[in-house]
Nanobody, 123 residues
């Protein structure tokens, strides 16, 4: 099991960029699929992107392809979500999730979650 901590959220103007970070406070990402999901008020949690730590393969939801990029820093054992051209509809709590079965991240039932970080985009 890993305990996850996100950072990097904040209040930004539409069109800006923001980078979120996710690192384990306990454990390591080796062997895990690590992804980002978000939940806006009144909406279901939405899968955004996934990275398989061992082979580096990435997957994206159609809604964020071309604007969001997931990446990793092996030395820092950290996964990033680079978000660009942010829109007010991107306002949500962003969660990092990890599981040794990566598909569980895509289907929103990963066994390890961070507490979330708020991203607010104003126009």
């Amino acid at each position: 099991q890993v305990q996850l901590v996100e950072s990097g959220g904040g209040l930004v103007q539409a069109g800006a960029s923001l980078r979120l970070s996710c690192a384990p406070s306990r454990g390591a990402f080796s062997g895990y699929g690590v992804g980002w999901l978000r939940q806006a008020p009144g909406k279901e949690r939405e899968f955004l992107t996934l990275l398989n730590w061992n082979d580096g393969n990435t997957y994206y939801a159609d809604s964020v392809k071309g604007r969001f990029t997931i990446s990793r820093d092996n030395a820092k054992n950290t996964v990033y979500l680079q978000m660009s051209s942010l829109k007010p509809e991107d306002t949500a709590v962003y969660y990092c999730a990890a599981d040794t079965v990566p598909e569980r991240v895509r289907f929103r039932n990963a066994r390890n979650w961070g507490p979330g970080t708020q991203v607010t985009v104003y126009s």
